[in-house]
């Protein structure tokens, strides 16, 4: 069950250019908050509407977000400073579901902080991490506190792998043992991912992003089509997902 | 404190605040934010005959103090919504309004019968959808279409009518004279706005329906205009909306012409909206001095 809430500020770290990392306390909304959730911020007088955020950890109390700035919410949320509270609504949305053995975790942008919080909560992880450039790389110093093996690509080479996220990763699933794969970031990977998964016969769960209106699943604005047994729908990406099933999901 | 409770077209509202069709689902979501029987009523999604998958997204884009949306009616078809929503929505002791929408006239009479049968408080006639071709402002955009759709709503239905009007209209007073003429128990005005965005990086449109509907803050000071003017052509009660996020816009909206309320996109960015929305009301009426809320309805002095 969500629940409105203001939760305060207690820290803003800049992780990369235009990417900030805010620690809250959260008191009421992070001991409720699963991996793969989001919480829906109120961002200002100025924006009608709030704007979803993927829960990168929560500890206790504390309740950890990173934000890119692309529009004008989320330019409100990085101009945030400590001491600042926040109308947050949450935690909102379907996770992702995390069993027994290792799991691989598969990051590209700024879809990678949820991962955290699922690293945390898995048994055992590894990580594939994908950035655009080298001054993007965010996060890395805490995936490798918490997981196995971690590898980081870069599209412009000037960091870690050159390339994107699908040769290592079809590396790791032919010499690893995966009780599944769990991968947040832009839609075209997400694609490659699954299919990397069903021809290695590895369940995936995929995070989808979608602009998103009430947050709760009552206005349909934020519409997946998916397919299970041969019938197709319009699922809510804020309520059914954001975390669904790869097999499910009509690319 | 004030007596917020008002007959509408024959039904009682505890309040003068519904929340809008396509803003609430079925009430399962806000169910779980607070108790829904303080609410006056709930539109429900709206419905069709059959099943819809809608449109596909985006389907959402935020404007100055606005949204455009084309969500396209995506909703499970009326069977299964008397089947699998309609027996909980009934016990939340708030009135259930059935949103209904079709593509032919005998559509709307075939659903109205279904769920006027099945027991909803009041059924929603909606001619004014700006999202999908058939189903919506093809009737409300003449008298003649809203007329024949009222006409046809009324010989089934067992519960009181009420038709939404579409603002894409020249004359809302003529259509609104058409619905009542036609039997119409109520109005409710107004649907949203047709409105469009374009990205300019891509040149594309940011919504994959090209166009979409435009409500909130940004379509108040039309809404309000537009029940004025249906409140001077009718005589049959009227559910004001569009934009509305306070208590002080509510009374703006009565002081109008409207009996009851709705709220709608407020519930985006505070979904508690219609809790506070009620107690701004109750806030005014003690202020001022009114006993009953239905004293303001049309109050506003003309110069």
Not at chain 1, 100 to 116: D, M, S
């Amino acid at each position: 069950m969500p629940v409105l809430t203001r939760a305060a500020i207690r820290e803003v770290t800049t992780l990369a250019p235009e990417v900030v990392r805010l620690t809250l306390d959260a008191r009421e909304l992070a001991p409720l908050a699963k991996p793969g959730q989001f919480v829906h911020i109120r961002c200002g007088e100025e924006n009608l509407l709030r704007r979803p955020i993927s829960v990168c950890d929560a500890k206790g109390e504390s309740l950890t977000l990173v934000v890119q700035r692309k529009g004008k919410g989320t330019a409100y949320l990085s101009e945030r400073r400590p001491g600042d509270v926040l109308d947050l609504l949450g935690p909102l949305g379907h996770g992702f579901e995390i069993g027994e053995g290792r799991y691989l975790l598969v990051g590209g942008g700024i879809g990678t902080p949820p991962l955290l919080y699922a690293a945390r909560s898995a048994p055992q992880a590894d990580a594939v991490l994908g950035f655009r450039a080298g001054d993007a790389v965010i996060l890395e110093e805490d995936f490798r506190s918490i997981c196995g093996a971690v590898v980081v690509t870069t599209e412009d080479g000037a960091y870690g792998l050159p390339g994107n996220v699908t040769g290592p990763l079809k590396e790791m699933l032919e010499s690893g043992s995966y009780a599944g794969v769990l991968a947040c970031g832009p839609r075209p990977m997400l694609r490659a991912v699954a299919e990397a998964c069903a021809a290695f016969q590895v369940p995936c769960q995929v995070s989808l992003e979608e602009r998103m209106g009430c947050g709760v699943g009552a206005c349909l604005v934020c519409a997946c089509r998916t397919a299970k047994d041969g019938r197709e729908e319009m699922r809510r990406v804020c309520k059914d997902g954001p975390v669904f099933r790869a097999e499910e999901v009509c690319w | 404190m004030a007596d917020l409770s008002v007959n509408f077209a024959g039904v009682p509202f505890k309040t003068p605040v519904v929340v809008a069709s396509g803003t609430f689902g079925f009430g399962r979501e806000y169910a779980e934010l607070f108790d829904l029987s303080v609410l006056g009523g709930i539109c429900v999604k709206g419905l069709t005959l059959r099943p819809r998958l809608g449109n596909p997204p985006p389907r959402i884009a935020e404007t100055p103090m606005g949204i455009l949306n084309s969500v396209g009616l995506q909703n499970p078809g009326v069977d299964r919504f008397i089947e699998d929503e309609l027996p909980d929505l009934k016990t939340l002791g708030t009135n259930i309004i059935a949103n209904i929408s079709g593509d032919t006239v005998e559509e709307y009479a075939e659903m109205a019968e279904k769920l006027s049968e099945a027991g909803v408080d009041l059924i929603e006639v909606n001619v004014s959808c700006p999202n999908v071709k058939a189903g919506g402002a093809a009737f409300g955009v003449s008298p003649q279409g809203a007329a024949a759709v009222t006409r046809a709503v009324k010989r089934v239905s067992k519960v009181p009518v009420m038709v939404k009007l579409t603002p894409n209209v020249t004359d809302i007073a003529e259509i609104a004279r058409a619905a009542e003429d036609a039997g119409a128990d109520a109005l409710s005005l107004i649907n949203t706005i047709l409105g469009m965005r374009i990205d300019i990086k891509t040149r594309r449109p940011v919504l994959r329906n090209n166009t979409g509907g435009l409500s909130g803050p940004a379509v108040f000071p039309v809404a309000v205009r537009m029940v004025w003017q249906a409140r001077r052509a009718v005589k049959i009660p009227i559910c004001g909306m569009g934009g509305i996020m306070t208590g002080e816009d509510a009374v703006e909206m009565m002081l109008a012409g409207a009996d009851i309320v709705s709220v709608g996109t407020a519930l985006f960015r505070d979904p508690l909206a219609p809790l506070r929305v009620t107690e701004g009301i109750a806030r005014y009426l003690d202020e001022n001095g009114y006993p009953n809320v239905s004293e303001i309805t049309g109050k506003v002095q003309l110069y």
